[in-house]
């Protein structure tokens, strides 16, 4: 019994003395973070603003409130942003947009009275696209015996001779949605510990946004100058389901100085992680402290022009039988039916090119 009681004490001073360790890291000052886009549609502009923190366990990148955006050209016309959403920033007209051939620079105070600026970018017009396909394919998903079956999306550019042209492509996918909440309700009456979900379907047309957002998919003339840009990927569309896949594939103009940001930033993010790998390095964006010089600014303001193509990918066309998709055990009958909130997510208004 003395063993057993001198064993159980020493069990509990070990379990009572492990503490968390935190390894002594190296960090950065919290520096600013910008990301901003001007571009010649309206709607598309913007500015998002936060600061990074201390590499902890509990980091994240802290949401800039209160600051005053200003974006001026080199006519000196001044468009105010708002901020319409914690740290994100957007032209006080909704309707606003950039012009070809005008240069814009960015103005930025925090609420402490510090200030930013950045270089005059030039909105350079965008070259059409060509055309937009897609093409099959059944890929083993690594480490199983399953397939991931979808629909790799393509794109085609006749690219400009004699001048120096760099591409940036992204897209917006627009699900249709039955369902605008999910709800939390007791699993039983009389239940108090125990509770399952409840779906709340949408009082009117819904579709939900999901946005590119990595990997950085970027390109340049040099090997093509002059030639087609042919098969260059942007995406891949599941093959989820046999319903008609929306999508609106977007492709930007980029200035040289933007490009070689893009490409350097993709080659960190790629790079970083092996044991073999170079050391990261800090980037150097187009936006630069005004009053002290030598304090820590991240991020790129950028100016484009963009062309949009929608492509709408019939999905039913395949004999395959879509993915296997997981389906949760049966909810409880739905509530009532609720509003679709508009955010940068989700949306009462068709896409431009829906026709269902």
Not at 28 to 55: C, H, M, W
Not at 109 to 137: I, K, N, V
Not at 258 to 270: P, R, S
Request: charged share 20%; proline share 8%; glycine share 6%.
């Amino acid at each position: 019994m003395k063993v057993v009681t001198v064993f159980l004490l020493i069990l509990l001073i070990t379990v009572q003395c492990v503490t968390p360790f935190y390894p002594d890291v190296q960090t950065l000052k919290p520096g600013l973070v910008i990301d901003g886009l001007v571009t010649d549609q309206p709607g598309r502009n913007r500015v998002a603003l936060s600061f990074t923190a201390e590499y902890t366990q509990y980091a994240l990148n802290l949401l800039v409130r209160g600051a005053t955006v200003l974006v001026k050209d080199n006519d000196g016309t001044e468009v105010t942003f708002n901020e319409t959403a914690p740290g994100y920033y957007e032209p006080k007209t909704s309707s606003w947009q950039g012009e070809t051939g005008k240069s814009y620079t960015l103005y930025i105070t925090l609420s402490d009275g510090r200030r930013f600026q950045s270089t005059a970018e030039t909105l350079l017009p965008a070259t059409p696209m060509d055309t937009a396909y897609t093409e099959y394919t059944e890929k083993i998903k690594p480490g199983t015996l399953a397939y991931d079956k979808g629909f790799d999306v393509y794109v085609d550019v006749k690219d400009p001779a004699d001048i120096k042209n760099y591409y940036r492509w992204t897209w917006v996918h627009y699900e249709p949605i039955v369902y605008c909440d999910v709800v939390t309700v007791p699993a039983c009456p009389g239940c108090q510990s125990s509770s399952d979900f409840s779906r709340n379907c949408c009082e009117t047309y819904c579709w939900d946004i999901i946005r590119y957002f990595s990997p950085i998919n970027i390109a340049s003339d040099q090997a093509v100058n002059g030639n087609r840009i042919s098969r260059q990927p942007v995406l891949r569309a599941p093959h989820a389901s046999t319903t008609v896949y929306y999508v609106e594939i977007e492709q930007f103009s980029l200035t040289e100085q933007a490009y070689q940001y893009l490409y350097t930033l993709n080659d960190l993010i790629k790079n970083t992680g092996g044991l073999f790998d170079a050391a990261p390095a800090t980037i150097k964006g187009n936006v630069s402290a005004v009053d002290q010089g030598n304090e820590q600014v991240f991020g790129l303001f950028s100016a484009s022009s963009m062309v949009v193509r929608p492509l709408l990918i019939d999905r039913s066309t395949v004999s395959a039988l879509p993915n296997v998709v997981y389906h949760p055990p049966p909810l409880p009958p739905p509530g009532a039916c609720v509003s679709c909130r508009e955010s940068a997510f989700r949306t009462t208004k068709p896409p431009r090119w829906w026709r269902f």
